[in-house]
């Protein structure tokens, strides 16, 4: 009974699991890091997808607003907290075109949103094994023109 405790267990199992609990957790905090990074970038991604198209569909609807005189002050008032650090510094908004003003209907809008994702990037970029981050998200919504008001 080489080995074997007072109730015939082996001595060394215990300090195998710790040694394999040992070897596996840095991998798996790596992956929950990354995952939590890549959730973040995400959520920033659905924010500057939803800005988009709510500037699209304000612009359209409200043929008589630039993006200087009514647009953007909309847009920025519904974006998501997330994106709105550094208010709003961190976010450009171009709108190349807006609706004529005869004849509005079925006339393209279209807004883009960029966003600077420095901000939220916790991360070193290259990170552990080359994994890289983007640094920028961006959304281009359309919306045609509907000449009323919403």
Same mark, same amino acid.
């Given at each position: 009974?080489?080995?074997?405790?007072?109730?015939? =267990?082996?001595?060394?199992?215990?300090?195998?699991?710790?040694?394999?609990?040992?070897?596996?957790?840095?991998? /798996?905090?790596?992956?929950?890091?990354?995952? &939590?990074?890549?959730?973040?970038? !995400?959520?920033? +991604?659905? +924010?500057?997808?939803?800005?988009?198209?709510? !500037?699209?569909?304000?612009?359209?609807?409200?043929?008589?607003?630039? /993006?200087? $005189?009514?647009? =953007? $002050?909309?847009?920025?008032?519904?974006?998501?907290? /997330?994106?709105?650090?550094?208010?709003?510094?961190?976010?450009?908004?171009?709108?190349?075109?807006? %609706?004529?003003?005869?004849?509005? #209907?079925?006339? *393209?809008?279209?807004? $883009?949103?960029?966003?600077?994702?420095?901000?939220?990037?916790?991360? *070193?970029?290259? #990170?552990? /094994?080359? &994994?890289?981050? *983007?640094?920028?998200?961006?959304?281009?919504? $359309?919306?045609? %023109?509907?000449?009323?008001?919403?």
């Amino acid at each position: 009974m080489a080995g074997r405790g007072p109730r015939g =267990k082996r001595l060394f199992a215990r300090g195998q699991s710790m040694t394999e609990l040992a070897l596996i957790m840095p991998v /798996l905090l790596v992956l929950l890091v990354v995952g &939590i990074q890549y959730a973040v970038i !995400g959520d920033c +991604a659905l +924010a500057v997808t939803q800005l988009s198209y709510d !500037g699209a569909r304000y612009a359209s609807v409200n043929p008589t607003y630039t /993006l200087g $005189t009514g647009v =953007k $002050t909309y847009m920025l008032s519904v974006a998501s907290p /997330l994106i709105m650090s550094n208010n709003g510094g961190d976010l450009s908004i171009t709108m190349p075109v807006t %609706c004529p003003s005869t004849n509005p #209907f079925s006339f *393209p809008v279209t807004i $883009t949103v960029q966003y600077n994702l420095a901000s939220k990037i916790f991360l *070193p970029t290259p #990170f552990f /094994l080359g &994994i890289t981050f *983007p640094t920028t998200v961006q959304s281009t919504q $359309t919306a045609f %023109c509907e000449g009323g008001a919403p």
